[in-house]
């Protein structure tokens, strides 16, 4: 069974940088595709940016476009968001997610991603 670990969340002020962690725990690890989710209080859950994991093709919400990136390392069985230029409403709790026994490419759907980290929380101040 694959455990996904999120880190690097932590308070920041507007307009610096952070970068989350997510690493895959697990006799073997493959995926469709990873992505990031976040939740704000009283909010859905929202998609971030995924990654393809054969091809490496990158998908970004459109609130975060040009400003942070996705990226993986598969030795090291990691995937990253590097967050650049932060704003207030950017604070949530950030997900990272796995699509492993199946994917349709419906990469910005939550219900694509079976298996799911516990969370960090990102907080940016004004």
Do not use: H
Not at 66 to 85: C, E, F, K, P, V
Not at 108 to 117: A, I, L, N, R
Request: charged share 15%.
């Amino acid at each position: 069974q694959v455990q996904l670990v999120e880190s690097g969340g932590r308070l920041v002020q507007a307009g610096g940088s952070l970068r989350l962690s997510c690493v895959a725990s697990g006799r073997t690890f493959s995926s469709y595709a990873q992505a990031w989710f976040r939740q704000a209080p009283g909010k859905e859950r929202e998609f971030v940016a995924a990654i393809a994991w054969a091809a490496g093709d990158t998908y970004y919400a459109d609130s975060v476009q040009g400003r942070w990136t996705i990226s993986r390392d598969n030795a090291a069985r990691s995937l990253y968001l590097q967050m650049n230029n932060l704003k207030p409403e950017d604070t949530a709790v950030y997900y990272c997610a796995a699509a492993i026994s199946r994917y349709s490419g419906s990469y910005s759907t939550p219900k694509e991603f079976d298996t799911w980290g516990q969370g960090t929380q990102v907080t940016v101040s004004s």
